[in-house]
DNA sequence: ATGGCCGCCCTAGGCGGA
């Protein structure tokens, strides 16, 4: 049995539908699960969602910000969501499907300033980073359940993982301490980094490129923010990964695109 | 490196993104 899961930060499922039913159609993942979706439950587009063949859908969205969703053509179980820094912002859903449990995530971006004391936004990452290590650091059966996170995690660990280590080390998204939390969330359950299995970490690798470049092609100079992760039972499993970066020349993109991995479960 | 960009919202400038 196969499983091909897709995670796309869409920046506004309704705005953006035709794209999602397009990589949907060219594709065809089992699962595609989408962040920053903008969009309230009751408004989410599940009809052209569920015409392309994706009759499984679930959603946390709000309006205007953040919001999250898995839409699968296999059957979705066990969905839950769960809340991060007592707030109800839409930032993680969870579901299983073929047997393997997946998390959906949107971690805070952080604002501008790398420094929790004076910008709060910040300090919102740090701690929402510092609750998923310790939510998987007590989770049960780590080495033997089936587990996949993907998502817009809104670090870019490695040196390669930016167009400029050296200029990008006082941005947000790519500081040592959010990249030492990153590590620490990966250390709590033992992930496996999918797409790195596939692109030796000397090499660069992108998903997100900024909408303020002239032409994002030209000047690459993208980042490496939304991920794949295995658990360790599903350690020599993954078989392939793509970034389709067609999808940011697409007509009003998304600044991200979407990743893809395939597994031989 | 920033910001020349985006999308959202009690429609228009402010907020959030990264």
Not at 12 to 33: A, F, N, Q, Y
Not at 63 to 90: N, T
Not at 170 to 196: C, G, M, N, Y
Request: proline share 5%; net charge neutral.
């Amino acid at each position: 049995m196969s499983l091909k899961i897709a995670t796309w930060n869409i920046n506004s499922v309704r705005l953006r539908i035709e794209s999602v039913v397009r990589l949907l159609d060219h594709h065809k993942p089992d699962v595609l699960c989408l962040q920053e979706t903008k969009c309230p439950d009751d408004l989410f587009p599940e009809k052209a969602i569920k015409a392309a063949g994706y009759e499984y859908i679930e959603k946390s969205g709000q309006k205007g910000y953040h919001g999250v969703a898995i839409v699968a053509r296999v059957p979705l179980e066990k969905a839950s969501i769960k809340r991060f820094c007592g707030k109800e912002d839409c930032r993680h859903i969870q579901a299983t499907a073929k047997g393997v449990e997946i998390h959906n995530f949107y971690v805070p971006a952080g604002g501008d300033e790398p420094d929790p004391e004076i910008n709060e936004k910040f300090a919102h990452k740090i701690q929402f980073l510092e609750e998923m290590a310790s939510w998987f650091k007590n989770a049960k059966q780590k080495t033997t359940a089936k587990r996949v996170v993907v998502g817009d995690l809104n670090v870019a660990p490695l040196e390669h993982d930016v167009w400029s280590h050296k200029q990008l080390l006082k941005v947000v998204s790519h500081t040592p301490q959010e990249v030492e939390l990153f590590d620490k969330v990966l250390a709590s359950h033992k992930w496996i980094d999918v797409p790195r299995l596939f692109t030796p970490e000397e090499e660069k690798l992108f998903s997100w490129w900024s909408y303020r470049s002239k032409d994002w092609q030209a000047s690459n100079r993208g980042r490496r923010l939304d991920h794949i992760w295995a658990s360790p039972a599903m350690d020599g499993m993954a078989k392939s990964v793509t970034t389709f970066t067609d999808a940011r020349s697409w007509e009003k993109p998304s600044d991200h695109a979407p990743v893809i991995a395939e597994f031989k479960l």
